[in-house]
């Protein structure tokens, strides 16, 4: 049974930096790509971050550019989001994603989700 699990979430002021882990079970995790996904309140789930099965290519969206850093370790299965200067409209739930194959940045692409974790940024 595949597990994604997120944690790192919280309460945080503008400007602020959290670091979002998601640890993987019951997959080959270094064959998949991953992706970071969010959702606020009354909005679609949007891409964030992905990163394709070796880390040696990683993509953002516009909003995340500069900001967020996405990374991972195979040996440990996990993948990371790493926020910096966080505003107020980077509240949402963020959840992590496992696909197969290349890169990606929808959602339907993506095969495996976890529950999600808050983040919060309060200005």
């Known amino acids: 049974q595949v597990q994604l699990v997120e944690s790192g979430g919280g309460l945080v002021q503008a400007g602020g930096s959290l670091r979002l882990s998601c640890a993987a079970s019951g997959l080959t995790f270094s064959s998949y790509r991953m992706g970071w996904f969010r959702q606020a309140p009354g909005k679609e789930r949007e891409f964030v971050a992905g990163?394709?099965?070796?880390?040696?290519?990683?993509y953002y969206a516009d909003s995340a550019k500069g900001r967020f850093t996405i990374s991972r370790d195979n040996a440990k299965n996990t993948v990371f989001l790493q926020m910096n200067s966080l505003k107020a409209e980077d509240t949402a739930v963020y959840y992590c994603a496992a696909g197969a194959n290349g890169r990606s940045v929808l959602s339907g692409s993506y095969n495996y989700w976890g529950q999600g974790t808050q983040v919060t940024v309060s200005s």
């Open positions: 990163i394709t099965w070796s880390g040696g290519s990683y």
